[in-house]
């Protein structure tokens, strides 16, 4: 059956049934192994009376009669016992173009049989032969045999080699198994048209050498030099076991090439452990954030969420959304997805549906500010686990909506929280941000308000001898989320810049949205009630650095082909975000990428008459809410927006 074929792995791809395939007719197939017999009849003839010649000088007329006779009267029998062979070893049943090492093994055991017959045949009916008729004669049968099978791969090998010379001049990083897998099938698949031309490993002692009859022409820091020398086109960056440091270094030297460059994936993403073309994709911006993959116990999240009833608020949000796709690959009893905006609740649910179909969905319609809708929804479907994703998160927006903010963050996350102690939820887990610690804006002051209502009914429910235990994990930015820079700084490339930049020096803390939520799943499987989750988000990146790799990963040059712009910090932004306030200290947890903040003494009872207060300040509209709001979070410092914090 047609394929692909590794040269050189003896694997038996070439091999097919008797019958042709499947875009094969079984006339053309019958067709083809007759052309081939008689071609190896003819072969066969002339490689045994080539015999003769050789043993006699190549001069035809010193070759005695006696052996003109024997060759003739031994050839009928030859040629039937040659193509018997080949038949029985099913060497008449193979696409040519796929023929291997495997076909060429078979072919050496067919002439070796066929040489041994022979000679016994001569000998009992007494037909004298030279030794060197066998020899000779079965040498140049098993090469011309041989060639007339491997003819058709080599002219096909060389058309394509020629077809390569106007295809794309392509570099590899990496002269290991990753590299040398690519290379072999890159060569076998001209469709790809891409021609392997050097490739580049730090290792010393392969430089100078060839991998697959590639030159390995230095190490990294000769990438720049190799693609002006070779002219390069495009860059494979082939080594999968490479560090996140390491890859961030050599892709950023690749950067300065102005060459487009394709990885292909970590071994941790590599779940079947080959490396191939179509596992190839272009460089994106989180394999320059040079931070190592996150890995959590999968076993123990899934152990957590296998058979409960779940509800993600805000499910059809980034985070939200995601946390349902990883929830739903966990077998969890019943999966209902909460959100006030339809379209997004409507997408995630056909995605669920359609790559989940045993799946028990429910998605439901409604605001986390409805406090009959809330308890409908927890008194009718109980669950067991709560994820709370739904809020208001956009700084700019809810520095001029600052009333907004109280409502949907600090008192829906209330009532959820009360609701899902009043039915028996045995975890609920918020969704809070890196903007909650020292807050200059009202998003982050109502996030640190989430905070402690987290913390106060987690006290509450322990009073009551309630089973539900209540936390919050707390991460920055994650990149691809909903009106997250990213997204924005791709849109503005796209129309041709100018790409807006707030302040050359502002940093944030960034993580891919799968690993956010991974790690939000395994804090829930350590919560005990009470805790603040902080996520390692590694080393903060600058955003004027990401805006420039973002450019230079579309093909264009900063400040050359898109200008960047600086605008100034916006109202309640900072230039720095911290991951803990001053009064908090880190306990570790069983994950080095999850810490435990430890929580701030407060006055439960005077806490929740704040938040009554709260409530009926931001229904009113209030001019005073952030002054208020300061009064309960001391950390919240609104003159400090558009200053370092």
Known sequence: MPGYDTEGSGAAISETSAKPGFDETEASWYMRAVLIMVLDVIVVAASFFFSLLVRFDFMFSRIPDWCISGYLSLMPFTILLVLGTLWAMRLYHSIWKFASLHELLRLIGAWAIDVAVLAIFAYVTGTNMPDAYWVVGGLFGLISTAGVRFSYRLARLLRHELSRTAAKRTLIIGAGEGGRALIREIRMNPQLNLRIVCAIDDNRGKRGRYIDGVPIVGGRDDIPTACEAYGIEQIIFAIPSCSAAERRAILEICQQTGVEVQVIPGI????????????????????????????????????????????????????????????????????????????NAYAIQQELKHDYPELNLVTLIGSVRNTKRIRNVFETYRPELVFHAAAHKHVPLM?????????????????CAQAALDFGTRRFVLISTDKAVNPTNIMGASKRLCEMVVQMMDRRADALSKQT??????????????????????????????????????????????????????????????????????????????????????????????????????????????????????????????????????????????????????????PRIREVVSEIVPTYHPEKGGQAA
């Open 399 to 415: 520095e001029d909506s600052p009333c907004e903010a109280i409502k949907n963050n600090v008192i829906g996350t209330y009532k």
């Open 268 to 343: 941790y993403q590599l779940v079947d452990g080959k490396v191939t073309v179509s596992s190839l994709r272009k460089v994106r911006l989180e394999d320059l954030l040079g931070r190592e993959p996150i890995v959590v116990d999968a076993e123990e999240v899934r152990g957590f969420i296998e058979g409960r009833v779940v509800l993600v608020t805000g499910g059809g949000g980034s985070i939200g959304s995601e946390l349902c796709r990883q929830i739903a690959k966990d077998n969890p009893k019943q999966l209902i997805i909460f959100d006030i905006y339809e379209n």
């Open 469 to 622: 235990d209540y936390v919050a994990v707390r991460f920055g930015n994650v990149l691809g989320s909903n009106g997250s820079v990213v997204p924005l700084f791709e849109k503005q490339i796209a129309e041709g810049g100018p790409v807006t930049v707030t302040h050359p020096d502002i940093t944030r803390y960034f993580m891919t949205i799968p690993e956010a939520v991974s790690l939000v799943l395994q804090s829930a499987c350590y919560a005990r009630g009470g805790e603040i989750f902080v996520l390692d988000m590694g080393e903060p990146v600058k955003i004027d650095d990401m805006a420039r790799n973002l450019i230079r990963l579309a093909g264009y040059e900063p400040d050359v082909d898109i200008k960047i712009v600086y605008t100034g910090l916006r109202p309640g932004e900072k230039l720095y975000e911290e991951r803990l306030m001053d009064e908090e200290g880190l306990k570790r947890t069983e994950n080095d990428m999850i810490s435990i903040a430890e929580p701030i003494p407060m006055d439960d009872a005077a806490f929740e008459g704040q938040l009554i207060r709260l409530d009926e300040l931001s229904i009113a509209e209030s």
